[in-house]
């Protein structure tokens, strides 16, 4: 391991050299040119590293640009930051916003502000409280998404909880267990603003249990299977049990035998 060189604060404008540190503070507007390793790294002015970051801790409160990927054990997102390679840390925190042109992967990703994907991430437990536009494909543990999301690939999860604040859309959703809810509103609301409407929309929903409401679906296939209010399904395949409620639209049904 390098030896750490002390501690590099930059608080004016200009160009300084990467390298291994204690602690890493930018409060001005620069660039550092090279690999930057350190305990800490509070980004709090405008600028980019020209490298990967790696840190225990990761704080970036203002602009940043990473031409390289970032990882360490945790980072928060306040201001705005864009990595060119992979962001990969234990516990990652987005309140601000994040676009990512590599993987994500971590143990617990929990969203509040932005967040755009360009490829996929990976990790234990996901809660999204905000909004995703992912490219590529989410696996995760255990999944609670309370905001709104863009999924182009797969959604693959062991439990998942979906409570509709927006349209949300996946190609794909896989859950051993899922819910999908809408958040409760003002109904005037909802017709006011039609492009604000609250719905699910997915190609395929596979899972053992599978309780829906407002989904719109190609194909929902699962072991016990409840088709709740709004929902327009084209065709529902289910081993053990069907409940549709009157209002929703199934145009076909088959109980299978054999998975």
């Not at 994500?104 to 360009?118: A, E, F, P, V, Y």
Request: proline share 0%; hydrophobic share 35%.
């Amino acid at each position: 391991m390098t030896e750490k060189q002390g501690d590099l604060i930059f608080s004016g404008s200009g160009k300084t050299t990467g390298g291994s540190f204690h602690h890493v503070s930018m409060n001005g507007n620069g660039v550092i040119d090279g690999d930057v390793e350190c305990n800490n790294f509070h980004w709090n002015g405008n600028g980019k590293v020209s490298g990967d970051v790696q840190a225990q801790l990761s704080e970036i409160n203002g602009n940043a640009k990473i031409d390289g990927s970032l990882s360490g054990e945790e980072v928060m997102v306040r201001g705005n930051v864009s990595i060119t390679g992979n962001l990969n840390a234990k516990v990652i925190h987005i309140l601000g916003n994040c676009k990512v042109h590599g993987n994500l992967s971590c143990d617990h990703l929990t969203i509040r502000g932005n967040l755009k994907g360009q490829k996929s991430l990976f990790g234990d437990t996901f809660k999204l409280e905000g909004r995703i536009k992912i490219r590529d494909n989410c696996k995760f543990n255990k999944v609670n998404l309370n905001g709104t999301f863009n999924i182009d690939g797969h959604l693959h999860t062991d439990e998942l909880a979906i409570h509709l604040k927006g349209k949300c859309s996946a190609s794909e959703i896989k859950s051993k267990k899922m819910k999908v809810v809408k958040k409760a509103s003002f109904l005037w609301l909802d017709k006011l603003i039609p492009f604000l409407k609250r719905e699910l929309r997915a190609d395929v929903i596979e899972g053992d249990h599978i309780h829906i409401k407002n989904t719109k679906a190609k194909l929902v296939k699962g072991k016990v299977v409840y088709i709740g209010k709004a929902c327009d399904i084209e065709t529902v395949t289910y081993h053990d049990s069907l409940v549709k409620v009157r209002s929703a639209v199934v145009h076909s049904s088959e109980k299978t035998v054999n998975d």
